[in-house]
């Protein structure tokens, strides 16, 4: 809640788990060679206040978009378009593949 605050300017409450994700598609190289894999939770939440605008200087725009108008983002496409019309009433999201076991060897 913190982070959607200081980031978005507004106030939330989660309201459900819509996914975790990492794996393929989530790992980044920096310029310099560092290698990170990311692993993220993602919330659905429920704004319940606040105003819409950074607080912390890190945000360059903040716009509400349907789905469909998506900016053309890497980092958004990482996730699986369903992720973007989630539900509170929707079970979480969950891929498996099973290339990642057989990556493990014997």
Not at 15 to 30: C, K, M, N, R
Request: net charge negative; with cysteine.
């Amino acid at each position: 809640m913190r982070e959607v605050w200081e980031e978005t300017g507004l106030k939330v409450v989660s309201v459900g788990l819509a996914g975790v994700f990492s794996g393929a598609g989530f790992s980044h190289t920096y310029p310099n060679g560092d290698q990170i894999d990311v692993f993220s939770v993602v919330f659905l939440c429920r704004a319940v206040g606040g105003t819409l605008g950074g607080r912390d200087g890190e945000t360059l725009e903040l716009r509400y978009v349907a789905p469909a108008q998506l900016p053309d983002s890497g980092f958004l496409r990482r996730y699986p378009s369903a992720l973007f019309s989630f539900s509170e009433h929707d079970a979480p999201l969950f891929v498996w593949d099973e290339g990642w076991l057989r990556a493990l060897g014997d």
